[in-house]
């Protein structure tokens, strides 16, 4: 994708398919460009910037280059403006100069449900604390809004003018970030629950490199009694495949109306949204591993159940709708798999008949086929797709659409326990100040 550079006070750096101006922004010492992963500078950077994140094991340096060449992104660099008159200190500063990123940031769009993620925020230890995570959030919510005013100059139906969801994550110790986050005009809307990678690696046969069959998740942290009874009565041909994007997005939507989930995939740290840098999820609805239940019988029809019946659930809690999604997510290398689970469920039933369900045959199945194209063909041909199919180790994620009541089986799950939270951008409050 090619880039073009507006010289501004603040200069930022945009697509060449959008034309924009930009007002002058607070820290005129600054330029925000495009990072290049041909420069050499510009790599090494990042690998001082990401050397003691996630502690060295940082997934960035991996994923910068498809940042970078991904039409629907913007992975921008923070650097200082040597041209810029205001900044005379900058001009002999050889230490830091105009090849030394300060700081990173992926602007990434996603069209289909009109938002935005802002991710891979990082400032080079040696610049934190000056206030460059607050600019370049405040940039890119420029940013943002110099494309919604482009895309609605350009509307030319009756339909009416929308602003981009600006959406973005941490996890809840990193403190410094959630008050960056509330002093640029975030506020919180969501949390994802996720399972420990630890945890998960503990369990038999589940860590990378581990020969042993990896025991199903329910067996192998022994809740199965902890599954609704209800939940273990819906019979699998009760799931429908979903098969297309557009499917997917009308059935998060409905399951958002009708319990207040976020209307998002969950994934590890994102949101998981159809688009051209979404692949793993074409092939996941490809080999029919995005499916969707609908629970339409009256509550009365459940009969009169106690609350120990119901694993300590209230019997008030009841199932609507829920979705299952497999994707693979190359960022997890602890594991014996990179299967990642998400789950949309509002009502515990729903929760546990999911949960359930991705332990079945039929999804282990489909899961087996998706993982054969991967290897020669005349293995694919021997391969059993039996009975003996075992399911696959996956990390699981769910938003906080659904309660974490004690003796519940998504309470007893091994979850994280610095939980990530997702925040939006608040244009109304913003515009108050």
């Given at each position: 994708?090619?880039?073009?550079?507006?010289?501004l006070p603040m200069t930022m750096i945009v697509s060449s398919a959008l034309s924009f101006s930009m007002e002058t922004l607070p820290n005129p010492g600054y330029q925000l460009r495009p990072f290049n992963p041909k420069r050499k500078s510009d790599c090494a950077s990042l690998e001082?910037?990401?050397?003691?994140?996630?502690?060295?094991?940082?997934?960035?340096?991996?994923?910068?280059?498809?940042?970078?060449?991904?039409?629907?992104?913007?992975?921008?660099?923070?650097?200082?403006?040597?041209?810029?008159?205001?900044?005379?200190?900058?001009?002999?500063?050889?230490?830091?100069?105009?090849?030394?990123?300060?700081?990173?940031?992926?602007?990434?769009?996603?069209?289909?449900?009109?938002?935005?993620?802002?991710?891979?925020?990082?400032?080079?230890?040696?610049?934190?604390?000056?206030?460059?995570?607050?600019?370049?959030?405040?940039?890119?919510?420029?940013?943002?809004?110099?494309?919604?005013?482009?895309?609605?100059?350009?509307?030319?139906?009756?339909?009416?003018?929308?602003?981009?969801?600006?959406?973005?994550?941490?996890?809840?110790?990193?403190?410094?970030?959630?008050?960056?986050?509330?002093?640029?005009?975030?506020?919180?809307?969501?949390?994802?629950?996720?399972?420990?990678?630890?945890?998960?690696?503990?369990?038999?046969?589940?860590?990378?490199?581990?020969?042993?069959?990896?025991?199903?998740?329910?067996?192998?942290?022994?809740?199965?009694?902890?599954?609704?009874?209800?939940?273990?009565?819906?019979?699998?041909?009760?799931?429908?495949?979903?098969?297309?994007?557009?499917?997917?997005?009308?059935?998060?939507?409905?399951?958002?109306?009708?319990?207040?989930?976020?209307?998002?995939?969950?994934?590890?740290?994102?949101?998981?949204?159809?688009?051209?840098?979404?692949?793993?999820?074409?092939?996941?609805?490809?080999?029919?591993?995005?499916?969707?239940?609908?629970?339409?019988?009256?509550?009365?029809t459940y009969g009169c159940e106690t609350d120990s019946e119901s694993g300590g659930i209230n019997e008030s809690d009841r199932v609507e709708q829920a979705i299952l999604v497999f994707t693979q997510d190359e960022r997890i290398t602890s594991l014996k798999s990179k299967w990642m689970?998400?789950?949309?469920?509002?009502?515990?039933?729903?929760?546990?008949?999911?949960?359930?369900?991705?332990?079945?045959?039929?999804?282990?199945?489909?899961?087996?086929?998706?993982?054969?194209?991967?290897?020669?063909?005349?293995?694919?041909?021997?391969?059993?797709?039996?009975?003996?199919?075992?399911?696959?180790?996956?990390?699981?994620?769910?938003?906080?659409?659904?309660?974490?009541?004690?003796?519940?089986?998504?309470?007893?799950?091994?979850?994280?326990?610095?939980?990530?939270?997702?925040?939006?951008?608040?244009?109304?409050?913003?515009?108050?100040?």
């Open positions: 994708m090619t880039n073009a550079i507006v010289c001082e910037i990401c050397a003691n994140v996630y502690g060295g094991t940082d997934y960035l340096p991996a994923v910068a280059a498809s940042y970078a060449e991904d039409p629907d992104c913007s992975f921008l660099a923070l650097t200082k403006n040597h041209d810029d008159k205001h900044n005379a200190t900058a001009k002999n500063d050889t230490t830091d100069g105009n090849e030394n990123i300060l700081a990173v940031a992926n602007y990434k769009r996603m069209p289909a449900q009109n938002s935005a993620w802002i991710e891979a925020v990082r400032t080079h230890p040696n610049h934190r604390n000056q206030g460059l995570a607050s600019t370049l959030l405040r940039s890119l919510v420029e940013f943002a809004k110099q494309e919604n005013d482009n895309n609605n100059n350009n509307n030319n139906s009756y339909a009416p003018c929308t602003s981009t969801n600006i959406l973005t994550c941490t996890i809840r110790s990193n403190k410094g970030m959630l008050r960056t986050f509330d002093k640029v005009g975030f506020t919180q809307c969501n949390t994802i629950q996720l399972l420990s990678f630890s945890k998960c690696a503990e369990l038999p046969g589940w860590k990378s490199g581990c020969e042993e069959t990896p025991r199903p998740l329910l067996d192998a942290l022994n809740l199965n009694d902890l599954v609704s009874p209800i939940a273990k009565k819906i019979s699998p041909s009760s799931w429908r495949t979903i098969s297309t994007e557009i499917q997917l997005l009308i059935e998060l939507e409905q399951c958002k109306l009708n319990g207040g989930t976020s209307g998002y995939l969950p994934g590890m740290y994102e949101y998981i949204v159809p688009g051209r840098n979404r692949l793993d999820l074409k092939k996941t609805l490809e080999h029919g591993l995005a499916l969707c239940l609908d629970l339409t019988t009256p509550k009365q689970c998400s789950i949309v469920a509002h009502s515990h039933v729903a929760f546990d008949a999911a949960l359930l369900h991705a332990h079945s045959l039929d999804v282990a199945r489909r899961m087996d086929l998706f993982e054969r194209e991967d290897i020669s063909e005349d293995a694919a041909k021997n391969a059993t797709h039996g009975d003996d199919v075992s399911s696959f180790p996956f990390i699981l994620a769910f938003d906080d659409a659904l309660p974490l009541k004690p003796g519940s089986l998504a309470h007893a799950l091994p979850r994280v326990t610095d939980e990530c939270v997702v925040y939006s951008y608040n244009y109304e409050e913003s515009s108050v100040h």
